[in-house]
């Protein structure tokens, strides 16, 4: 590049004007000064093995240099930009002082702290956060309007989060905050990166409420876009806070939600206006708090003993993830079992009415570790959780014969259709271990929905097109084999273990429904136990493993002690497998 330049420039300026401007282009430059017909100075890019034409010009060069680096170094933040800075920090501060020396009593951390412990480490980083200065310039100034919103890097996975200022109207919701959170939201659906949200909020702001609450991008879609991302991204919500009205929501719209013990609670109304509406007087936690929602709502799926146990929990949680519908869960480094699944025969007991624990089972077959259980306090007849089988993520639905025999009651029937239903969204391989009488029979069951809860639960299965594989570890009883993968309902594989039984009912009950009558005939009670006896047995004689692998109805026996790896060999095999659906806009059945 030439450039000429007037008469009467010094050799400083010559050279200062030479360094700008290769620098700027990127390439060499030859500066000419009036009208002379040799350049005065040749500069070449920084970096550039390139010289000068002539040894003054090289040493002007240098000095021009080392003038603009020592100039350079001198410079700092403008007065514009430290105020900047100032009003930065301002925010970060939070709400007023008084409310921040409130949260160690409530064994919280402040919402800036909170990011601080679930972003900054191995593996962790804060990347950025958007609207600041929202509500910065209103009369009363809120920082943030009481809403973070950003993105972040946690445990090596991006994902886009959100925490309410509990310091700032309580982490109330207006329109600059409700704003934000749509935004965020509408982001996820574009990059198909996971939600967190971190709550903790009283609601919305009631004495803002114009602006937010009934418009068409307000507090209201929020609930749609939680609709929109469901299935498309996980969204993982922690609770910190009591959370209402329109704040319990979001938890509850979330994939998979954790409480805080002693912290969290959520609910409809306050106790204060349950109090006007109902007279009853309840405390926060009474109504809503963390054993509330895990054990008799099912609306948590783990429950925290503190912050840091939070952040633990959905760290685990997301290894058995991907980041959206699109991708196949991760896989880690295959292990070992916990105990050796050389034991399995022997935790099984001979008799089928027998109680004994299915965890006991499964970390046989897991790897060891790997267990993870999601609402372990709700429905607990039947066990939700993920795992890993040689390093393969699975969900597990096993019956419980350790707690009301196994048999299948509404909750867990509903837990099961949920836990079903979302990891078939997010692509993890199902497995079932069935040992069940059967859906629950009375009066009671009858309403609280059995038949209504149940349908959900085979519908599930039904719907599910990742790979399923079934085992039948001991007693299948009734409809409870539809409902878990059983032959109708396309596994991949049937697997039996030799303590397998398939029917429509147990044999007692089927002795006492058929020949009732009969044996009532015979008058001689041992005549009468020994032809019980025999009809019992007969009886098992055709619902045994044995016949039901004669007449194909499962495809395979297994000795129990190689259970693992059968199942490791045929999830391999079946990996990525897609099943089609029929063509329609979606099923009736929620």
Request: a negative charge; charged letters at 25%; glycine letters at 8%.
């Amino acid at each position: 590049m030439n450039v000429r330049i007037g008469p009467g420039a010094s050799d400083e300026e010559v050279s200062a004007i030479g360094t700008a401007l290769a620098e700027y282009v990127g390439n060499e430059v030859e500066v000419y000064v009036g009208d002379g017909e040799e350049p005065a100075v040749v500069v070449s890019p920084p970096d550039s093995n390139s010289s000068s034409s002539d040894g003054d010009g090289a040493a002007a060069t240098n000095q021009a240099v080392a003038t603009a680096s020592a100039a350079a170094d001198d410079l700092g933040p403008t007065e514009r930009e430290e105020k900047l800075l100032a009003e930065i920090e301002k925010i970060l501060e939070g709400g007023h002082e008084k409310y921040k020396e409130q949260l160690p009593e409530e064994g919280k951390l402040f919402v800036r702290d909170r990011i601080d412990l679930w972003f900054d480490g191995e593996n962790s980083k804060f990347l950025f956060e958007d609207g600041k200065f929202a509500e910065f310039d209103a009369d009363d100034r809120l920082p943030a309007d009481a809403l973070i919103t950003g993105a972040a890097t946690f445990e090596g996975r991006d994902l886009h989060f959100m925490a309410n200022d509990y310091t700032v109207k309580r982490g109330s919701m207006a329109a600059k905050g409700v704003e934000k959170f749509l935004r965020m939201q509408q982001r996820a659906l574009k990059t198909g990166q996971p939600v967190l949200y971190l709550m903790d909020s009283s609601g919305g702001r009631i004495d803002q409420q114009t602006g937010f609450f009934a418009n068409r991008e307000g507090i209201g879609k929020y609930y749609y876009n939680h609709s929109m991302l469901s299935g498309r991204v996980p969204q993982i919500c922690v609770l910190y806070g009591p959370c209402i009205a329109g704040a319990a929501y979001t938890p509850v719209f979330a994939d998979f939600t954790i409480m805080v013990e002693g912290m969290s609670a959520m609910a409809i109304a306050s106790p204060r206006m349950v109090q006007m509406v109902t007279g009853e007087e309840i405390s926060m936690q009474e109504l809503g708090g963390a054993q509330v929602h895990a054990s008799e709502s099912g609306s948590a799926d783990l429950v925290a003993t503190d912050e840091e146990h939070a952040r633990e929990l959905v760290a685990q949680l997301i290894t058995y993830l991907p980041d959206n519908a699109d991708e196949q869960p991760p896989q880690m480094e295959p292990r070992s079992p916990l105990q050796s699944p050389e034991g399995i025969d022997s935790i099984i007991p001979q008799h089928p009415n027998r109680g004994y624990d299915m965890v006991d089972v499964i970390e046989r077959v897991v790897d060891a570790g790997s267990y993870f259980e999601l609402k372990p306090d709700y429905g607990k007849e039947i066990i939700t959780a993920y795992a890993r089988i040689d390093g393969r993520p699975v969900g597990i639905v096993a019956n419980q014969p350790a707690h009301r025999a196994g048999a299948i009651f509404p909750d867990a029937a509903e837990k099961a259709a949920e836990f079903i239903w979302k990891s078939d969204a997010f692509n993890i391989p199902l497995l079932y271990l069935c040992d069940t009488p059967g859906f629950m029979a009375g009066s009671q069951v009858e309403k609280d929905a059995i038949l209504e809860k149940g349908k959900k639960f085979i519908y599930a299965t039904s719907s599910a097109t990742v790979p399923k594989q079934t085992v039948i570890v001991r007693k299948a009883y009734g409809a409870g084999i539809y409902a878990m993968g059983g032959p109708a309902y396309d596994p991949e594989s049937i697997i039996g273990l030799p303590s397998g039984e398939i029917a429509i009912m147990g044999p007692e009950a089927a002795i006492n429904a058929v020949y009732a009558r009969k044996l009532a005939e015979i008058d001689d009670e041992d005549e009468r136990a020994e032809e019980e006896a025999r009809l019992r047995e007969e009886y098992r004689e055709d619902i045994d493993i044995h016949r039901m692998a004669s007449e194909v109805v499962v495809d395979e026996i297994v000795p129990p002690s190689s259970l693992r790896e059968e199942l490791a060999n045929r999830f391999a095999f079946y990996e990525g497998l897609e099943k089609d659906l029929p063509s329609k806009k979606h099923g009736t059945i929620l």
